[in-house]
């Protein structure tokens, strides 16, 4: 059969059109309510506060900074709530950003803290 969206031609045992992503069924019928039925994963956007978080977490374990791990900790734990509510691409990013965050957080409190144990 053929898409009736995009015009492709979609094996039988196929629910959903290979091109355009529109479902066998909706291609029948009208083709109005198809982008709103289908959501295409591969048109998912990233979440920034995932990207941003992710990479201020990998920059406070390498400079050991506090105020990195407290920031990149901040941007992973909004990201990983963007990523669960507002259907964003990053969680596994986010649960990175997250982890190395709170490592740099431990790190960044021992820095401190070392110096005063020589006083
Ligand atoms: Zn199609």
Do not use: H, R
């Not at 992503?21 to 019928?29: I, V």
């Not at 406070?60 to 990983?80: K, Q, R, Y």
């Amino acid at each position: 059969m053929v898409c009736q969206n995009c015009g492709t031609n979609i094996d039988e045992n196929q629910n959903f059109c290979p091109n355009c992503g529109a479902a066998k069924a909706d291609c029948s019928n009208t083709s109005e309510t198809t982008e709103q039925k289908v959501t295409d994963p591969t048109s998912q956007a990233w979440s920034k506060k995932a990207i941003t978080g992710f990479v201020l977490s990998l920059i406070g374990l390498i400079v050991a900074a506090l105020p990195c791990g407290i920031t990149g900790l901040v941007f992973s734990s909004i990201a990983l709530t963007q990523t669960a509510n507002k259907n964003l691409k990053g969680k596994g990013l986010a649960i990175s950003g997250l982890v190395i965050s709170l490592i740099d957080v431990v790190f960044g409190f021992v820095n401190i803290m070392t110096p005063f144990y020589y006083l």
